[in-house]
């Protein structure tokens, strides 16, 4: 009993270690897709959306990866 309850607890570690830095390489790349649609456009909602994209690198480099990454969906989608 006390080797099984052991095993489910690393394995449970080691899910969440690696979901983490999974959503870790996400940030950068939802960046990128908001700096690509964004590109040269001038207007209201591009300059809103290059703020923001310095925000999620904020975040992501200060370790708060699921705030980073919902902030950059949320760009991406007013950007649609």
């Known amino acids: 009993m006390h080797r099984a309850l052991t095993f489910v607890l690393v ?3 080691v899910v969440v270690v690696f979901a ?5 390489f ?3 790349k939802l ?3 908001i700096n690509a649609t964004v590109g040269n456009r ?3 909602a ?3 959306a290059k703020e923001k994209v310095q925000t999620v ?3 992501h480099g200060g370790g708060k990866h699921a705030d980073a990454e919902k902030l ?5 989608e007013k950007l649609k």
């Open 46 to 48: 591009a300059a809103d």
């Open 42 to 44: 001038a207007d209201a």
């Open 72 to 76: 950059a969906k949320d760009v991406i």
């Open 26 to 28: 996400q940030c950068p």
């Open 57 to 59: 690198m904020q975040l």
């Open 11 to 13: 394995a449970a570690v």
């Open 20 to 24: 983490g830095q999974a959503l870790a």
């Open 31 to 33: 960046a990128a897709q």
